[in-house]
């Protein structure tokens, strides 16, 4: 509830800064935007499957106290694509970034 609120908010307030007609276009919009705010963000991966990967938590203090943070920024990052992402890979965990892959629902979600 609350994360899918904030969640909403923020996407509200960055969904003019990301643009594009791909999935890959619009992830290179986000990782633009995160960049011209000097978090470092790339995108990977394939043309089939972008992938965005954030080389540096943009709630560094935060995510370190209560990692539901992450969870925002996946919740975030779907609202802004239009794809539900998952994180897949987390700082937290000692990988060398966070790393947000576009995901499909299961069945049973798709039915729900």
């Known amino acids: 509830g609350l994360l899918q609120r904030i969640s909403k908010r923020l996407a509200s307030l960055y969904a003019g ?3 594009g007609s ?3 276009e619009k992830m290179e919009s986000l990782a633009e935007m995160f960049r011209e705010r000097r978090i470092p963000f ?3 991966g394939t043309r089939e499957l972008p992938i ?3 080389t ?20 975030l990052f779907s609202e802004l694509l239009g794809e539900n992402v998952r994180l897949s890979n987390c700082r937290l965990d000692g990988h ?3 790393t947000f892959e576009p995901h499909a629902p299961t069945e049973t979600a798709k039915n729900n």
């Open 22 to 24: 791909t999935l890959e």
């Open 52 to 54: 965005l990967h954030a």
């Open 96 to 98: 060398n970034c966070c």
């Open 56 to 75: 540096a938590c943009p709630y560094p203090d935060l995510a370190e106290q209560d990692r539901t943070i992450c969870s925002m920024e996946r919740l």
């Open 42 to 44: 790339e995108v990977g």
């Open 17 to 19: 800064s990301v643009r």
